[in-house]
């Protein structure tokens, strides 16, 4: 073999071993980020799941306001037609008391005519 030949072929076997060990090294990066990546989806999928369960949360949190506004309208009004209800009754048993107290002096000076005659 010529001079050259052999430090060429060590030179060569160098390289291989260069590439080998740099592909070794470049899937052992792979790998670790291909694992990190994992890590992340799951985490961003935990996140959007939390999200999803606030959201639902927030959605029924609205829809119970909602029902309760209902009902406090509801409640409102009929507070409002029993308080007239009560003023009207009211209004009727001073009327009562005033009728029967005319009633009673009209009754009184009715028999006083009768009397002297």
Same mark, same amino acid.
């Given at each position: 073999?010529? /001079?050259?030949?052999?430090?060429? !072929?060590?030179?060569?076997?160098?390289?291989?071993? @260069?590439?080998?060990?740099?592909?070794?090294?470049?899937?052992?990066?792979? /790998?670790? !980020?291909?694992?990190? !990546?994992? +890590?992340?989806? %799951?985490?961003?999928?935990? /996140?959007?799941? %939390?999200?999803?369960?606030?959201?639902?949360?927030?959605?029924?949190?609205? $829809?119970?306001?909602?029902?309760?506004?209902?009902?406090?309208?509801?409640?409102?009004?009929?507070?409002?037609? !029993? %308080?007239?209800?009560?003023?009207?009754?009211?209004?009727? +048993?001073? $009327?009562?008391?005033?009728?029967?107290?005319?009633?009673?002096? +009209?009754?009184?000076?009715?028999?006083?005519?009768?009397?002297? @005659?």
């Amino acid at each position: 073999m010529d /001079s050259y030949e052999i430090p060429a !072929l060590v030179t060569a076997l160098c390289m291989m071993f @260069m590439v080998v060990a740099a592909k070794i090294i470049t899937t052992m990066r792979l /790998s670790s !980020l291909e694992k990190q !990546l994992s +890590v992340l989806e %799951r985490l961003r999928q935990e /996140s959007l799941n %939390r999200l999803k369960a606030l959201e639902n949360e927030k959605a029924i949190a609205n $829809a119970n306001l909602y029902v309760l506004t209902n009902k406090k309208l509801v409640f409102i009004k009929r507070q409002k037609y !029993l %308080r007239n209800k009560i003023e009207e009754n009211d209004k009727e +048993v001073l $009327a009562r008391r005033e009728r029967t107290e005319i009633g009673s002096t +009209v009754g009184t000076a009715a028999d006083a005519r009768k009397v002297k @005659m």
